[in-house]
């Protein structure tokens, strides 16, 4: 079977798992929260095998350890999606470390919020670094906004998860869900 990676799959990509399983992947997923890892588990449409890492991604050590079970018990990850907040800025170099060095290419879906379009974007390390990874291919998913009418809002959880599947399927270097222009708009 093969087998993906979602961390953060029990908040607003929790929609996502779902396009894995039916395609007849093991999911591991990443999170804190068991009552969440219990909803998204026994949510509908879930018809095939969820393996819930539960662990803070802060702590980087037991981070990397339980990835590398995980990888031992259901090998190598094809597929991750990583969304990561900041306050764990090391985090993303560590499952993309681990990932690196499986005996395999992995496509790494890398969720950014609409900021990452500015300049001064605070990716642009991680970006940079990753281009040495040699076993890494590199995908960004950029949360944009939604322009209704006269005003604009942010994505629902929905529409993120939607979207991401999307980025999956489309397999572009950099996907946006939603817009982020004009700018100005955003709200
Ligand atoms: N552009 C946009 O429109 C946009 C962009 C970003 C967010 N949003 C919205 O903002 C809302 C809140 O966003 P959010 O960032 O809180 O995302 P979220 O996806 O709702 O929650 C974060 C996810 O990461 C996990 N997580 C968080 N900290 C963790 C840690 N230290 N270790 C391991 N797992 C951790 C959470 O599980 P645990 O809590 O169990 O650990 C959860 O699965 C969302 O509902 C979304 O719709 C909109």
Do not use: C
Request: glycine share 8%; net charge negative; aromatic share 10%.
């Amino acid at each position: 079977m093969p087998h993906a990676l979602i961390v953060g799959g029990t908040g607003m990509l929790k929609g996502v798992p779902h396009y894995f399983t039916q395609h007849g992947y093991t999911v591991s997923v990443i999170g804190r929260n068991q009552n969440k890892f219990e909803e998204l588990i026994f949510s509908k449409g879930i018809h095939g095998f969820i393996n819930p890492i539960k662990t803070d991604y802060s702590d980087y050590e037991k981070l990397a350890k339980k990835l590398q079970n995980a990888i031992s018990v259901y090998g190598p990850v094809e597929t991750a999606i990583s969304w990561i907040h900041s306050t764990a800025p090391e985090a993303p170099f560590v499952i993309a470390g681990i990932l690196n060095n499986q005996n395999i290419k992995t496509k790494y879906y890398h969720i950014l919020g609409s900021a990452d379009v500015q300049p001064d974007g605070q990716n642009k390390k991680f970006e940079t670094d990753i281009e040495e990874y040699e076993n890494i291919i590199y995908r960004k998913v950029i949360l944009g906004f939604v322009i209704e009418d006269e005003t604009s809002r942010w994505l629902t959880d929905t529409e993120i998860s939607n979207g991401v599947t999307d980025a999956v399927i489309n397999e572009r270097d950099t996907f946006i869900v939603g817009t982020v222009e004009p700018w100005e708009k955003r709200p």
